[in-house]
């Protein structure tokens, strides 16, 4: 079993950048492939990000492809989503997610689950 905890998050205006963290417990954390994810009030979650069990592989949503950088530290058993040049629409609660797929963007496909952190950006 693994347990999620997210950080990072936070109120940023419209261009700038925040790096959300997500701390995970148990030592299997290389096996698995980590997601991000996110959820506008009144929307869906929404896939953003994953990246393969290596760090070598890393997929995108087209609307933060070349905005946000997923990344892993599996001896820190850390990943993270650089986020930059931060728009309006990028608010939302995003959550971390592992799964034990080689990749999936939906989210029913991930097994664990963080509790979330509130990322607002100003226009």
């Known amino acids: 079993q693994v347990q999620l905890v997210e950080s990072g998050g936070g109120l940023v205006q419209a261009g700038g950048s925040l790096r959300l963290s997500c701390a995970a417990s148990?030592?299997?954390?290389?096996?698995?492939?980590m997601g991000w994810f996110r959820q506008a009030p009144g929307k869906e979650r929404e896939f953003v990000a994953a990246?393969?069990?290596?760090?070598?592989?890393?997929y995108y949503a087209g609307s933060v492809k070349g905005r946000f950088a997923i990344s892993r530290d599996n001896a820190k058993i850390t990943v993270y989503l650089q986020m930059n040049s931060l728009k309006p629409e990028d608010t939302a609660v995003y959550y971390c997610?592992?799964?034990?797929?080689?990749?999936?963007?939906?989210?029913?496909?991930?097994?664990?689950w963080g509790q979330g952190t509130q990322v607002t950006v100003s226009s």
């Open positions: 997610a592992a799964s034990v797929l080689y990749y999936s963007d939906i989210y029913s496909k991930y097994d664990y």
């Open positions: 148990g030592r299997t954390f290389s096996s698995y492939t």
């Open positions: 990246i393969g069990r290596g760090g070598d592989s890393t």
